[in-house]
Every structure is written in C-alpha cells, then in structure tokens.
C-alpha cells in the first residue's frame, strides 16, 4: 500500500475510533469552495493570521455537567447517556424542567475574555443556541431562552449581548454559533410524532407550511443576532444534517440577509461543501495532511464541550503541539472551553490557558502571521514560513514528557549557509551544522529544563 493511502486509512480509523470513544463528530466536507466576494476574502486571510479561538459551550447541559443537548436525542449509541430510571418522554420534560434552574448568578464575561487574551487567542466563538433550542440571547421568537428563566431580571440575562461586547474589547474576532436544528421548536421536532433520531419527526412534503414556518423562524432567529448585538465577523452554524435538499433551511437568503448587516461575515455552514463553507471545521482531530485551504479543528479542552464535574483536562504541552500541528498543516485550533453553571472559567482551567500564552508570548512569531511551507514535518519537527516563505520556524515537540535532549536534526528546510539561527525561547544563536544532509542544531543550555516546544527561526537555503 502506498504510504499515502496507509496515512489516510490510519486516519479515517483513528476518526471512528475517536467518535466511538468521544460522541458524535462532525467529518469535514471534501472539496472546497472559495468565496468571491473581496471584503470576505480579506477577512479570511486576516483569520488566517490568529490561529488560536476558543469556542464556549454554555447552557441548560451546564446545569448537571451533561453531553451537550444530545442526551434528548432518542438514538441508541453508547455516547448519549440519559438517567434509565425516568422513560424517555418523562427524560426530556426533566430536560426542558432546567431552564428554571439555569441562574448563573456569576455570570462575568469580562473574566472570561480576560482568561482568553492571557492563553493568546485572538478569536471568540459563543454558542448562542445548541440544539436543545436553548437561547442564550433574549430572542423575541420564542420564550425557551436565558432571559425567560431566574435569571431573566439580572442586567447582563441578554447574555450573548455581554459576551460579544467583552471580547470586542479585547479586539477578537467575534462570531455567533447557531444550531440549525433545534429540538424544541413544534416546527422541527413536532409532539405529534415520536423524536427517533435528530432530524426533522415529519415529513416535509407532507407538511410544507410547517416546514416553512420553521424556514422562517431559523431565519428571523439569526435575523436577531445579526441586527442587534453589534459587529460580528462569523457566523458559525452547526447541525449539518440540515441542509437542502431534504431540509433546505433557505440558505440563500440567510446568507443574504447576514452579509446585508455585517459585510464581509465569514459563513461556516459546517459540513456543507459550498460557497457557505468558507473554512472547513473537522472535529476532535487534525486532517493527515496539509491543505492550501481555510480550515480549523475544533478541539476541547476536556474531554467534553461543556462543563462537567471532575474532568480531566490536556496539559498546556498537549495543547501546544496540538497549535503547532495545525499551524504546520495551514489551519486554526479552535479550543473548546466550557463555562461552570454559575457563569465562570474555573480557576484549573485559567491556569492552564495562561501557561499555553506565556509560551505564546515568547514564541507566537512562529504561530500568528504565518502561513504553510511545502516541507511541513519532519519526525518531532514541525515547520510554519513567515510571509516572507524563505524565513522559517522549525518548532520541536519534545516526546510526551520527556525534557529535550542535547541536540536535535531534521531532514530538508536546510538552513543558509553562514545564517544565523535564532532559539527563540533564549532570544540567542544556537549552534548547528549539516550532518548527513540533516541539520543538526545544539540546544541551549537554560536554567530550567522545559518540556514544553522550542522554536527556532532562520533562513531557509530555497537550492536544497
């Protein structure tokens, strides 16, 4: 088998493995479109350059630390848990029951953007509705929504509203995350019908106006939020299940209406290969290869979207070298974060995040700003290119936990002759020498070993 076909079947393995063992994960569509309009193509490649995101999931599955919305799809794999005392039916109804428990009395989105500027991401995605239906914007469609409920009195239960506004101070990109499913509405999941599974319970050309009706309400929903809660520069919408020609949402005219409000909106309709898709999103995983396209993986912190008790988080290593792959393969990280039910990032996960950006404050040029070389890995080295393709950063990612060792090589993006190399950890020369066509470099010697990456930046020789 030839090495390229046995990396993509290893991947496509370890993708089925992982959504075994970590629930439903969204496969990234093949192919992509380019936009043609000019102010969302500059906006992509000013997206490009922030690399880092985070992405907030926070609402009623807050409350007692559950699976995201999914635990109310009645489809029978092992990653939706659901209480097996309570039937089905009576489960959804203890569901819906936590919009009049969710009070996050602490609810501090200025904390938040503050965490998230110190870990050195540049971009904020906020879950404005998952698929529970759950608003957490004060939308005048429905009432099944953070402003309906005990919190509704408290002058920040317009939530979206603040989270928007907090990171705009901190001068992220902001976007809106909008599930076109939505599991409460009568026009998308009807009680007459049983719930099978997370499509639509009726059949459409049965029922045209009820489907239309939904059409509409989806529509005026994301109408709310791109009148009325300032600038924002993508719109990130989930379920991709939804889509033409079975379950045309009328994307046409939802795109429309969205740039008529904010010109230049990056539209990530997930999974829908199109002009709609303007950076792909694969899920819990790293593509095998580099692509010259837009794309980011979205990837949580834990093992989890949202909040739950007692999770095990990834090291601040770990996120590292995931930051590092993506980059070198020409993609974002976005980080999924979830929020405590009383509205707060907890102290464990501040503590990680602001190692990630004390790593970032010395050794971001290699990440921000850069763009894809065609050389882009080699064994524990991972290489990003300036703008300027003939500067270099050759980033090393020690072995889980392990310190790193005297010296390290690579093979190919040889260095010029005579040029300098820069660690820039130290901000000094490092020794290095060409060893068997293999550049071969001398680690510094720093008072306190790291296990964490070391970047190196120099001039690529373009004749070798």
């Given at each position: 088998m030839k090495k390229k076909q046995l990396i993509i079947l290893c991947t496509l393995l370890l993708s089925n493995a992982l959504q075994a063992q970590q629930g439903f994960v969204h496969e990234r569509s093949h192919g992509y479109v380019w936009p043609e309009e000019k102010d969302v193509l500059e906006k992509l490649d000013r997206w490009q350059d922030l690399k880092f995101g985070v992405l907030f999931h926070w609402g009623l599955y807050s409350v007692p630390g559950i699976v995201e919305s999914w635990s109310i799809c009645s489809e029978d794999v092992d990653w939706i848990p659901r209480d097996s005392t309570l039937s089905y039916e009576d489960y959804k109804k203890w569901y819906w029951g936590l919009k009049d428990r969710f009070?996050?009395?602490?609810?501090?989105?200025?904390?938040?953007?503050?965490?998230?500027?110190?870990?050195?991401?540049?971009?904020?995605i906020f879950?404005?509705?998952?698929?529970?239906?759950?608003?957490?914007?004060?939308?005048?469609?429905?009432?099944?929504?953070?402003?309906?409920?005990?919190?509704?009195?408290?002058?920040?239960?317009?939530?979206?509203?603040?989270?928007?506004?907090?990171?705009?101070?901190?001068?992220?990109?902001?976007?809106?995350?909008?599930?076109?499913?939505?599991?409460?509405?009568?026009?998308y999941w009807w009680d007459y019908y049983a719930t099978p599974n997370r499509n639509v319970n009726y059949k459409i050309e049965r029922h045209p106006q009820?489907?239309?009706?939904?059409?509409?309400?989806?529509?005026?929903?994301?109408?709310?939020?791109?009148?009325?809660?300032?600038?924002?520069?993508?719109?990130?919408?989930d379920g991709g299940w939804v889509a033409a020609p079975r379950q045309d949402i009328g994307m046409d005219d939802i795109a429309a209406m969205a740039r008529r409000n904010q010109p230049g909106m990056?539209?990530?309709?997930?999974?829908?290969?199109?002009?709609?898709?303007?950076?792909?999103?694969?899920?819990?995983?790293?593509?095998a290869e580099q692509f010259p396209y837009p794309w980011e993986s979205c990837i949580p912190l834990s093992s989890d979207w949202g909040w739950i008790p007692d999770a095990k988080f990834k090291s601040p290593a770990e996120v590292i070298a995931l930051l590092i792959e993506v980059t070198a393969k020409g993609g974002n990280l976005l980080l999924g974060v979830g929020p405590t039910p009383q509205g707060l990032i907890?102290?464990?996960?501040?503590?990680?995040?602001?190692?990630?950006?004390d790593w970032l404050d010395i050794n971001g040029r290699g990440i921000y700003?850069?763009?894809?070389?065609?050389?882009?890995?080699?064994?524990?080295?991972?290489?990003?290119?300036?703008?300027?393709?003939?500067?270099?950063?050759?980033?090393?990612?020690?072995?889980?936990?392990?310190?790193?060792?005297?010296?390290?090589?690579?093979?190919g993006n040889a260095p010029v002759r005579g040029t300098k190399m820069i660690c820039l950890q130290t901000n000094k020369p490092v020794k290095w020498r060409l060893v068997d066509n293999k550049t071969r470099i001398t680690l510094p010697k720093m008072k306190n070993k790291t296990t964490l990456p070391l970047v190196f930046t120099y001039q690529k020789d373009i004749e070798r």
């Open positions: 009070n996050p009395v602490d609810f501090n989105p200025d904390q938040w953007s503050e965490v998230m500027q110190q870990a050195g991401m540049k971009y904020a879950t404005t509705k998952h698929h529970d239906g759950f608003c957490l914007f004060d939308s005048k469609e429905t009432d099944f929504s953070i402003a309906h409920g005990p919190f509704g009195n408290h002058p920040k239960a317009d939530a979206a509203r603040f989270v928007f506004e907090a990171f705009r101070k901190k001068d992220f990109m902001v976007g809106a995350y909008f599930s076109k499913p939505d599991w409460h509405s009568q026009n009820r489907w239309e009706n939904f059409r509409r309400f989806t529509y005026h929903q994301i109408e709310e939020l791109m009148t009325g809660y300032g600038d924002l520069d993508i719109l990130w919408l990056l539209i990530v309709d997930r999974t829908i290969r199109g002009k709609y898709e303007n950076y792909q999103t694969p899920e819990r995983s790293i593509p907890q102290p464990e996960v501040a503590v990680i995040l602001k190692q990630i950006g700003h850069t763009r894809i070389t065609p050389q882009y890995h080699s064994g524990n080295v991972w290489f990003t290119a300036a703008k300027d393709p003939q500067t270099l950063y050759a980033h090393y990612i020690p072995p889980h936990g392990e310190e790193s060792p005297d010296f390290i090589e690579w093979e």
